[in-house]
């Protein structure tokens, strides 16, 4: 059967490699998130004529889905891998928002917070509710996300609902797991130990925003006081700990911040970090206001975090130079994943609760925990992949699809489109691929979603 190169790829430039005296490129394959180190002559075949590389070449580069059938339709293909991983999701996926308060006053923040805590009557209700998705499905992991707001300031809400919540998983054979997503100023060492140990949290996501003087400027509480040096400690304390779990750090960037963030790659670096923390770049995006009007341009945020990624690897921490395969792009197209508020709303989308932004209060929600989900208000979302199939967006063109997933379903609707920097720093991602390679005398894969592995093909 007749093959071609799939749609879905990204070759890296032309490279000269002197330890083997050949000229190579990195190929990474969307549809399976594959990473490829071809000599150049192989490159031209599989570019022109790929029915003249190697037999085991073509077996194994068919097996990634670099080469494919002629004839067939990879958008069709991808979309209903897409569709069969969302029917065949096996772990529900909660997220609770324990409050609407937070510590800080973050410039580029869209939520409107409050001292409003989930009340009991709400745990209540939201327990029965999850209660009856699992009876109702045969799910084998309950995956719990605490989120804000700030979580940390709803540690009451985390120890009277994480116990129901891991025995009805425990009760009908489920796995339970749980992560974090916090500004880290209230994670001292004993809020840390209990969370990994009494509450199940396996990963803890921080936020830090360049040094000092940039983050302090941007996020600092609401009265106006710094909070750098305290998150620093703590994140820190947290990576010197023995405590089972994975530490991220997210660095949000923009036009007023940009110039922190090497300095911040220092000083983590100085701090021994590189064995504990994995680091990542995220642009100012609009949170139901105009933060994206702050926000550097595409070309320059992708440009720049390909410096800060070759800091990373230079500096000896774990590299995400590419990512995984995404076939479930978030709690959107899921059929039962939900977000719970501090009112006792339900939400399908992280970034709805708390926006008054997005017009009238609760105006995204998709039911109440007593009154239970609306499955009409579901589908403004969760169609999805169906419109991207369709062509709705430039997601059904892509390269980048596979890995993406189409990012975030609600800025499309919204106009505004939400495409990773990937898509325009790939090939200088590939070459990192390889420099790390050379780096760490062996390559493995960056840390994502699945396993990806770089092997070295040549033409013959």
Request: proline share 6%; net charge negative.
């Amino acid at each position: 059967m007749a093959r071609k190169l799939s749609r879905y790829h990204f070759a890296s430039p032309p490279v000269f490699d002197e330890l083997s005296g050949r000229t190579r490129r990195v190929v990474f394959a969307t549809r399976s998130a594959e990473l490829r180190v071809l000599d150049e002559a192989a490159w031209q075949l599989l570019t022109a004529e790929p029915e003249r590389l190697p037999g085991d070449v073509v077996e194994d580069l068919t097996g990634i889905h670099l080469l494919v059938d002629d004839g067939e339709d990879e958008l069709r293909s991808v979309v209903d891998e897409n569709r069969d991983a969302i029917d065949a999701l096996d772990c529900l996926s909660l997220v609770v928002t324990p409050t609407a308060q937070c510590q800080l006053g973050c410039g580029y923040c869209g939520q409107e917070h409050s001292a409003r805590w989930l009340s009991p009557h709400h745990q209540d209700a939201f327990v029965r509710q999850v209660a009856r998705k699992l009876d109702a499905s045969p799910y084998r992991e309950v995956d719990l996300c605490w989120f804000g707001a700030e979580p940390l300031v709803g540690m009451t809400v985390i120890r009277e609902l994480t116990p129901r919540l891991r025995a009805l998983a425990e009760e009908r054979g489920c796995s339970f797991g749980a992560r974090i997503i916090t500004n880290g100023l209230a994670l001292g060492k004993r809020i840390a130990r209990e969370l990994v140990e009494r509450h199940g949290v396996a990963s803890i996501d921080i936020t830090l925003d360049g040094t000092p003087e940039y983050h302090d400027a941007r996020r600092g509480t609401k009265s106006g006081s710094p909070t750098f040096r305290r998150i620093f400690a703590n994140l820190v304390a947290l990576a010197e700990s023995d405590l089972a779990v994975r530490i991220n750090l997210r660095i949000n960037v923009d036009e007023s911040n940009w110039q922190g963030v090497s300095p911040l790659i220092d000083m983590l670096a100085r701090a021994g970090l590189q064995h504990r923390v994995a680091c990542y770049f995220a642009p100012i995006h609009s949170w139901g206001n105009d933060a994206h009007k702050k926000a550097l341009s595409a070309r320059q945020f992708a440009d720049l975090e390909v410096q800060w990624h070759a800091e990373l690897v230079l500096a000896g921490f774990p590299g995400r130079l590419v990512p995984g395969r995404r076939r479930i792009v978030c709690l959107a197209v899921q059929k039962d994943g939900v977000l719970v508020d501090a009112n006792g709303t339900l939400f399908h989308c992280t970034e709805a609760p708390y926006v008054p932004g997005y017009g009238e209060p609760d105006a995204m929600a998709i039911g109440t925990v007593d009154a239970g989900e609306d499955p009409e208000r579901r589908t403004a979302l969760s169609l999805f992949n169906d419109e991207v199939r369709a062509g709705a967006y430039n997601c059904s063109s892509c390269a980048l699809l596979p890995v993406c997933g189409g990012a975030c379903p609600k800025l499309w609707k919204e106009g505004i489109p939400p495409c990773p920097s990937t898509l325009l720093n790939m090939p200088e991602r590939l070459l990192l691929v390889l420099a790390s390679h050379r780096i760490n005398a062996e390559r493995t894969t960056p840390t994502g979603a699945g396993t990806t592995t770089a092997t070295t093909t040549t033409a013959s």
